[in-house]
């Protein structure tokens, strides 16, 4: 019996050092870090006290980037959810023999650098890009549209991104619905709508909850399309770091915007898992 | 995904475009640009460490400065010595100061690298990064402009831990479909204030450059700033009027070319480029426009006998003169004792003189003591503060 009791470990021990090395000890580090201090060169300077986190919640400017970040990742989830529904019931419901081919093409985005999928939208959305350029000879505009450079651009590059992530959430929940369910509403005299309304939408939402969780978690933690996409005024939290890390060299306080982050990440996904159950988001990578 | 893959894969675009690399090659780098990222950055550094003594690692700017670096110097050094030269890149100097303030020991795995600004050179001073060169064993130093060697000279009490290497300018790139040379040079500064060009002006994201030019609209001088408020007021009203702050000479290129914007803060080297490839684009330099020089700078722990070698190569006139015409920055090298072929002297911010009289610089101590509160009051008012 003790024999067999460390086998379990000495299984998990690869995984268990990957995760130790690789995510708990650096985040230690970044909380360690915190609470250090920055000298002028830019070396820093082990202390312990709390003045990084004051000088975040100091004034409205670093709160206003956080909601902001909350904002955009809000709005990308709910366009996502309207987005990505459709496509993850059409996949459940088709019967055409190509229905691998469509899932296939869900994921075939993911073949194709993320950076090299952000920039593309340059050449779609800007003056001389191709939507401008097609409305223009159309005569259905005189001058180019502002796509490009905005919120509504970095909402554009976070949709590529995350879409998927939702599909494929919504559709594995969908799948898992017994079809018998529908026929035997569709039986008991409700229409399509009702069925989809009455069985199928509720059955399918820890799909929903998982794909929405998922993608907020990653537009909050995002960098590049704001970046590349986006004009002045519409960076999130991320490009904060990134700023005060790399622009400044002040990594106690980039550590502490980063344990910010990470505390409020944290606390949604506590919060989720206690009320709905993360192992929904983890059926769709099985 | 990292901002240096994403540098280099600017650059790689910016070469395919400029048809300077074919499809089939642009393909090719593309994916050699990925295993390069993780060889040079990843755990293979420390196999780099290990063959120390038979390699030196230079980082520089990747693109067309690294393949002339490699072409004019680094071949033939190779050749001569023995010693291989390894090749890294870096986007911008903050990312790379940081992977440098990262390696254990700081710096430890990094030898040369090509800075940027006599504050740069500071920066790692300041941090200690530095080491004493030995400028007997570097010939080909006595062509060095004077001008340019002194500040390194101030800062490190009369001692070098680089060679200066090139110089440029930060001036105003514009459209000359859309904008007049006669206006561009009546407003100077100004321009980047027109109301006319309302959602076409451009501007880089850096700090410093934002502050100098906001000091030069409201008629200061950039190293001795009274006026403070004054040049955040100009600068809120200027972003105001930006459509986007350009992050890499890439986009500065693609949102100039594109004719995204119409006029923008511009390195003088980008524009010469540009200007090759037959965009509209003309440059000016304002009073008191915003020069800076670039220097070889030797991290602590460099076998130093091969750096003053290697240094020693890349400032003789052929190498220095080659690298110039392909980066299109000219060279440190005095003009008064090299003679500098035609395509040097066209070159913005070339001075035939080597004196650098009239060419204003950044005070490394003024700007690098304001760094912190500047920059966080930069990034404020860039995000709508």
């Given at each position: 019996?003790?024999?067999?009791?460390?086998?379990?470990?000495?299984?998990?021990?690869?995984?268990?050092?990957?995760?130790?090395?690789l995510l708990v000890i650096p985040v230690c580090f970044i909380i360690v870090y915190s609470f250090w201090l920055r000298a002028p060169t830019g070396a820093d300077i082990p202390a312990f006290q709390f003045g990084n986190y004051q000088r975040f919640f100091a004034d409205f400017f670093y709160p206003s980037i956080l909601i902001r970040t909350i904002r955009v990742a809000l709005e990308t989830v709910a366009l996502c959810l309207l987005m990505g529904y459709i496509p993850a019931y059409f996949f459940y419901r088709t019967e055409s023999r190509h229905k691998s081919i469509f899932l296939i093409l869900i994921m075939l985005p993911?073949?194709?650098?993320?950076?090299?999928?952000?920039?593309?939208?340059?050449?779609i959305l800007g003056d001389t890009g191709l939507l401008n350029h097609v409305l223009l000879r159309m005569g259905i505009i005189s001058e180019p549209l502002g796509l490009l450079y905005n919120e509504g651009a970095v909402l554009m590059g976070l949709i590529q991104y995350l879409l998927p992530f939702m599909i494929l959430n919504v559709y594995v929940s969908l799948e898992g619905i017994d079809r018998s369910l529908v026929e035997a509403a569709r039986s008991l005299g409700s229409t399509e709508w009702q069925a989809f309304r009455e069985v199928v939408l509720p059955l399918s939402l820890p799909g929903v909850s998982a794909g929405c969780l998922l993608v907020f978690v990653l537009t909050a933690g995002t960098y590049l399309p704001p970046m590349?996409?986006?004009?002045?005024?519409?960076?999130m939290i991320a490009n904060l770091i990134f700023k005060r890390v790399i622009g400044t060299l002040d990594w106690p306080f980039g550590s502490a915007i980063s344990v910010i982050l990470l505390g409020i990440l944290g606390t949604i996904v506590y919060t989720y898992n206690r009320y709905l159950g993360i192992n929904q988001i983890f059926k769709t990578f099985q | 995904?990292?901002?240096?893959?994403?540098?280099?894969?600017?650059?790689?675009?910016?070469?395919?475009?400029?048809?300077?690399?074919?499809?089939?090659?642009?393909i090719k780098y593309l994916g050699m640009a990925g295993a390069a990222a993780g060889l040079v950055g990843g755990p293979f550094s420390m196999l780099t460490k290990a063959q120390a003594a038979e390699t030196i690692r230079f980082d520089g700017w990747g693109g067309t400065t690294s393949e002339a670096f490699r072409k004019h110097a680094f071949d033939p050094f190779e050749k001569v010595t023995g010693v291989k030269v390894i090749d890294g890149e870096f986007g911008d100097m903050d990312t790379y100061l940081t992977r440098v303030k990262a390696s254990f020991p700081p710096g430890g795995e990094f030898n040369l690298a090509h800075l940027s600004g006599v504050f740069d050179y500071a920066r790692y001073v300041g941090l200690e990064l530095d080491t004493a060169l030995d400028e007997s064993k570097i010939p080909n130093l006595r062509y060095v402009m004077t001008a340019m060697m002194q500040?390194?000279?101030?800062?490190?009490?009369?001692?070098?831990?680089?060679?200066?290497?090139?110089?440029?300018?930060?001036?105003?790139?514009?459209?000359?479909?859309?904008?007049s040379k006669e206006k561009a040079e009546k407003l100077g500064a100004s321009l980047l204030w027109d109301k006319e060009l309302n959602g076409k002006l451009g501007s880089w994201g850096d700090w410093r450059t934002n502050i100098w030019y906001g000091a030069l609209h409201t008629g200061q001088n950039p190293n001795e700033i009274k006026d403070l408020d004054a040049v955040w007021d100009?600068?809120?009203?200027?972003?105001?009027?930006?459509?986007?702050?350009?992050?890499?000479?890439?986009?500065?290129?693609?949102?100039?070319?594109?004719?995204?914007?119409?006029?923008?803060?511009?390195?003088?080297?980008?524009?010469?480029?540009?200007?090759?490839?037959?965009?509209?684009?003309?440059?000016?330099?304002?009073?008191?426009?915003?020069?800076w020089q670039e220097c070889i700078f030797v991290l602590k722990g460099t076998d130093l006998d091969t750096a003053h070698k290697l240094l020693d190569f890349m400032l003789a006139p052929e190498a220095a003169i080659a690298v110039a015409e392909a980066q299109q920055y000219p060279p440190s090298l005095d003009p008064t004792k090299i003679e500098m072929p035609e395509s040097v002297k066209k070159l913005p911010a070339f001075d035939p003189t080597g004196q650098l009289k009239g060419y204003l610089f950044a005070d490394p101590a003024y700007w690098n003591g304001h760094q912190m509160e500047w920059a966080e009051k930069w990034d404020r008012i860039k995000a709508g503060a």
């Open positions: 019996m003790e024999q067999k009791a460390w086998k379990p470990w000495a299984l998990l021990a690869p995984s268990l050092s990957a995760v130790l090395f993911f073949w194709i650098s993320f950076i090299i999928r952000t920039l593309s939208w340059i050449n590349i996409l986006g004009g002045p005024g519409n960076d | 995904m990292s901002q240096e893959l994403q540098d280099r894969l600017d650059r790689l675009y910016e070469d395919f475009t400029s048809g300077k690399i074919s499809r089939r090659n642009f500040p390194y000279k101030d800062i490190t009490d009369g001692k070098l831990s680089a060679v200066p290497y090139d110089l440029g300018q930060t001036g105003i790139a514009y459209n000359t479909k859309y904008i100009a600068l809120r009203k200027q972003r105001d009027m930006v459509k986007k702050y350009w992050a890499s000479g890439a986009e500065l290129m693609s949102l100039l070319a594109n004719e995204e914007i119409y006029a923008t803060v511009a390195w003088s080297g980008r524009v010469a480029h540009l200007q090759n490839q037959g965009e509209p684009i003309a440059f000016l330099a304002p009073d008191n426009c915003y020069s």
